[in-house]
């Protein structure tokens, strides 16, 4: 499995995947036809075998896919088989928020630095961890190893606070800043821009209203 | 333009070139082209071209386009051109958050209602809105025009108030609670699950570190 290309729609659809197995773990399932994921997910059968064909087949004719093992898979390719260390730069609503979600440290995303710049916020702790100042950032990343920096602060200090992070050895970046970071390739930036998502919404509303305007 | 069916693609693109066309606007830049554009955006100046053409090419051969209008007339087609009222079911941090995110007002984004289950956070003001119980909900939303509603809260309770919501007339929810909502078509579901996000982020690091690990 290790090394072979896999499209990135079908990378976009695992963690779908993932969720709903671990439902089903949850509620003690353990196989599954892909009919069966087909009615659940509200995709189609024939979709879900090719996708879960692109890892070797999990599933057996007659059979049906086994849930744990498959859970398990899945989690690997998706990296959640170790454990990773985040900081959250921007310790406003969003990167408290962030912080307080319980869920990501059962994923294996420890939160383990919280930073702002505003000193009314300073040793203040989240869960039990302090918010430091952000110009405590470069010594704090050479003396912990860190995976994984969430941006949740306003795009004016974004990029500034996203070189101080590369700089430093940081290789991941979980942007929420609305603005587009541009750094080195080896950096990974996965962005939320929540403003374009609220767009998307408003389209499709008027879009519908518009279409049943006309009718 | 009204009725034209834009691909998904492009709408998905859209907010990034309201986005950069407002920056653009901001710093007093009037006329823009296509190749100019490509550079800020790092989009291929054909990619440009050919998304703007979908609304009837706003672009003069060597003359560029005019910013001021481009941002107007993509703004009226993403639905900027109205105001929508928006609650918060789920008071949170993020739903406080969201609350609190100034930018989404001057898009037209005007947050009128915050909800909780939580009896600690009745009547806390998050920017001069009090948080109300959710089992006012209905109440509310009958004497309250609601265009959207934000869900931000956790998935156990997710499909009973999206329920609540829609049996009141909220026809466009903007999910973030982890977990797909099954509602009539008329409604408009937009989603953000961050854990896919978050997950997105630890595939594509592992990916990387894969590949380097083989060089």
Avoid: C
Avoid at 20 to 29: A, D, F, P, R, T
């Amino acid at each position: 499995m290790e090394g072979k290309e896999i499209s990135r729609a079908v990378v976009k659809r695992l963690p779908r995947y993932y969720r709903y197995l671990g439902e089903l773990l949850e509620s003690g399932v353990e196989r599954i036809s892909s009919n069966e994921l087909s009615d659940q997910m509200q995709v189609t059968a024939s979709q879900i075998r090719q996708d879960l064909n692109n890892f070797g087949g999990f599933g057996q004719q007659g059979y049906g896919y086994n849930v744990k093992y498959l859970h398990s898979e899945i989690g690997k390719i998706l990296g959640l088989d170790r454990s990773y260390n985040v900081i959250i730069v921007g310790a406003g609503n969003l990167g408290q928020a962030l912080a307080n979600y319980v869920q990501f440290e059962k994923k294996g995303f420890l939160v383990t630095g919280l930073f702002d710049v505003n000193p009314v916020l300073q040793g203040i702790a989240v869960r039990g961890i302090p918010i430091r100042m952000s110009e405590e950032l470069p010594t704090f990343l050479k003396e912990n190893q860190v995976d994984i920096a969430a941006l949740t602060l306003p795009k004016a200090n974004a990029r500034e606070m996203a070189d101080v992070l590369v700089e430093n050895g940081v290789r991941a970046l979980w942007n929420f800043a609305h603005t587009d970071l541009h750094l080195p390739e080896h950096v990974i930036v996965e962005n939320v821009h929540l403003s374009e998502s609220l767009m998307q919404l408003s389209y499709n509303l008027n879009r519908y209203n518009q279409q049943h305007k006309k009718q």
